[in-house]
């Protein structure tokens, strides 16, 4: 690879040719430079809203203890351990690894169906995860038999997983283009959600109370285990995506420029949908509907780096990661004692962004 630094701009002072392709490829690095500060600046961020989320609480502790803790357990007794590690660092965590999860399967969908509204919550995917939790809570019901205490996650993630299956299923029929789709995932979302009324119509009120708390989004069920499973995915989903970041480029410029430079689109959709069924399900498996950051997170990275999928995979997952984690943050110091569900706080974040994006959509299709 030539290092343009070694290369004297002189070497090109006779042909024009020559000026032009190092103007370009100096311009090429530089952007290119500019984005990976980028990168690295929110990866920052993110480990900064981390440590706060961690020290933020009904006690606050200074960063100092926060830190001494993180780096040795046995340093300030065995409350704050407990404190720190068994509670606020599983909570922290999750909302990074969560938060990513939504906006990798966000920026996939995007890609994917071509359309900047696509994400888990819109097509239906937290719907289906929701019956599938109240079923649970309200009749005991799995789908894949009694597994106690991890029957409503589980029963969330078939149901979930199943939702996208569906959506994949349906992208392999001949003539059913993005737009079918779409539409097909918002008929998802309301027959599942007049389902879990009618759920939610014939339970208790111990029973109805946890349907409710598992909709609205919490992140207080976060467990060592769960980041786990949640970080295992990651990094097995993530570099296979960054493996295909070409083919999905070549694919935001059209299937039919796409196809002329070899791409194999059915391959490329099924295997990409399978990725965004395993992020999507398994995140809202494990913090419960959670909407807007597989929109939101997209929307800022493709507004900051472009159609790039190089870049514009890893920073939605990490702008998915800094929106959850401040999230989790605003959820315990709006009110001093009391920590509010995260998927309020997302709610009322995402909504704004996802009119914005419709009416610029609109202006864009008049002109």
């Known amino acids: 690879m030539i290092n343009l630094k070694e290369v004297s701009k002189a070497d090109f002072d006779n042909d024009n040719t020559g000026q032009a392709v190092f103007a370009s490829a100096y311009q090429y690095q530089k952007r290119a430079s500019k984005k990976n500060q980028l990168l690295v600046f929110i990866t920052l961020l993110v480990v900064l809203c981390l440590i706060l989320d961690v020290s933020i609480g009904p006690s606050n502790f200074p960063l100092s203890t926060v830190l001494t803790v993180l780096m040795d357990k046995d340093a300030m007794g065995v409350k704050l351990e407990v404190i720190i590690w068994d509670y606020r660092l599983p909570i922290a965590v999750t909302a990074v690894i969560v938060g990513a999860m939504l906006g990798v399967a966000g920026a996939l969908m995007q890609t994917l169906l071509n359309n900047p509204l696509a994400e888990p919550f819109t097509l239906g995917v937290s719907s289906a995860a929701s019956f599938g939790a109240a079923l649970a809570i309200v009749t005991g019901i799995g789908l894949v038999g009694n597994i106690g205490s991890l ?9 979930a997983l199943s939702t996208c299956m569906l959506l994949l299923l349906l992208m392999r029929l001949k003539g059913i283009g993005t737009q079918a789709i779409i539409l097909f995932g918002i008929a998802i979302f309301f027959a599942f959600n007049a389902m879990l009324a009618m759920m939610e119509y014939g339970a208790s009120e111990t029973e109805l109370q946890r349907i409710v708390f598992w909709m609205l989004g919490s992140l207080g069920r976060a467990s060592w285990l769960q980041i786990a ?35 194999n689109i059915p391959r490329l959709r099924i295997e990409i949908l399978v990725c965004i069924s395993l992020l999507a399900a398994t995140a809202v498996a494990f913090v419960g509907t959670i909407g807007f950051v597989g929109l939101v997170g997209p929307h800022i990275a493709r507004l900051l780096v472009g159609e790039d999928q190089r870049y514009f995979i890893p920073l939605s997952a990490l702008l998915g990661a800094l929106m959850l984690s401040v999230t989790s943050i605003v959820s ?12 309020i706080i997302t709610a009322l974040i995402g909504v704004p962004v996802f009119l914005a994006i419709i009416l610029k959509h609109s202006k864009e299709r008049s002109v």
Not at 332 to 343: D, L, N
Request: hydrophobic share 50%; proline share 5%.
């Open 151 to 159: 029957l409503v996650t589980i029963n969330a993630f078939v149901f």
């Open 229 to 263: 499973w949640g970080s295992t995915l990651l990094v097995v989903v993530l570099p296979f995506c960054m493996s295909r970041t070409w083919r999905l480029t070549a694919l935001r410029l059209g299937e039919e420029s796409a196809m002329s430079m070899g791409v």
């Open 332 to 343: 315990k110091t709006i009110t001093p004692g009391i920590i509010y569900p995260i998927g």
